[in-house]
C-alpha cells in the first residue's frame, strides 16, 4: 500500500451528473496533485496543490474543479463532463515544498466512465 | 518535438536477457529525472530516481546524459516480474511541481 487512497475506485456518470473524486494521503507529505491518464497517452498533470495552495493548473477545462481543505485532502468535483473525459484520474502526494526533487507517491486511481 | 520520448514497445526478451530502453527530453533546463514503473491497471510506482553520475539499483542500471538529452534504463537478468511498463518522468523546471510523464515502454520478459 502506498499510503495514498482514492475513493471511489470506477465511477459511471452520464454528462449531465455531478459527481467528486476523493483523494486521502496518509504520508505527512505537503504537496498532492491530480493526473489523468487516457489510454495510449502519457499521464497529464491537472493540478497540484502545495500546502493547501494550487501552484499548478495545466489549463482543465472548468468542468473539473479542484479543491484541497488541507493538505491530506484533495477533490476533484465534476460536473457536465463529456465522453472523452473517460479516463483514469490518478491523484500523487509528495513530500516537501520544493517542487519536482521529490518521488511521487500515487493512489489507485479511479476509473471513470462518461456516458 | 514531445517534452519526453519513449519507444513504446513492446520488448519482448526471454528470461534472463538485458534489455535497455532510452528517453529523450527537450527541456536542457530539466533538473530531475525517474524512472517508475506501472503494471497493468495499477498505479505508477517509483523504481529509480536518476542521478547525474549514474545509479545502480540491484539488476536496474540508470543513466543520464544531459548533452545528448537522454536518460537510459538497463535492466540485467530479467525476470517474467519484470513485465510491465516503465514510465521516464522529467521535472520541467527547477523548483516548480511539473513533472512531464513519457508514454512509457512495455516490456513483456517471456519464459
Known amino acids: ?115 | 518535438r514531445k517534452e519526453v520520448e519513449q519507444d513504446p514497445g513492446p520488448f519482448n526478451v526471454p528470461e534472463g536477457a538485458t534489455v535497455a530502453f532510452n528517453c529523450t527530453y527537450s527541456n536542457s533546463a530539466s533538473q530531475s529525472f525517474f524512472w517508475y514503473r506501472q503494471d497493468c491497471r495499477k498505479e505508477p510506482k517509483l523504481l529509480m530516481s536518476v542521478y547525474s553520475s549514474g545509479n545502480e539499483d540491484g539488476r536496474f542500471t540508470a543513466q543520464l546524459n544531459r548533452a545528448s538529452q537522454y536518460i537510459s534504463l538497463l535492466i540485467r537478468d530479467s525476470k517474467l516480474s519484470d513485465s510491465a511498463t516503465y514510465l521516464c518522468v522529467v521535472n520541467a523546471l527547477s523548483g516548480t511541481y511539473k513533472y512531464i510523464f513519457g508514454t512509457g515502454t512495455r516490456l513483456k520478459v517471456l519464459a
Open chain 1, 1 to 115: 500500500e502506498t499510503g495514498v487512497t482514492q475513493t471511489p475506485r470506477h465511477l459511471v456518470m452520464g454528462m449531465t451528473n455531478k459527481k467528486s473524486l476523493k483523494c486521502e494521503q496518509h504520508l505527512g507529505h505537503n504537496a498532492m496533485y491530480w493526473y489523468k491518464q487516457s489510454a495510449k497517452k502519457p499521464l497529464e498533470l491537472m493540478f497540484v496543490y502545495s500546502l493547501e495552495e494550487r501552484v499548478e493548473n495545466n489549463s482543465v477545462p472548468s468542468r473539473f474543479s479542484p479543491e484541497c481543505p488541507n493538505s491530506s485532502h484533495l477533490f476533484l468535483h465534476l460536473h457536465t463532463l463529456q465522453p472523452e473525459d473517460s479516463a483514469l484520474y490518478l491523484c500523487a502526494s509528495t513530500l516537501g515544498s520544493q517542487g519536482g526533487y521529490n518521488e511521487q507517491f500515487f493512489g489507485p486511481g479511479t476509473r471513470l466512465t462518461v456516458l
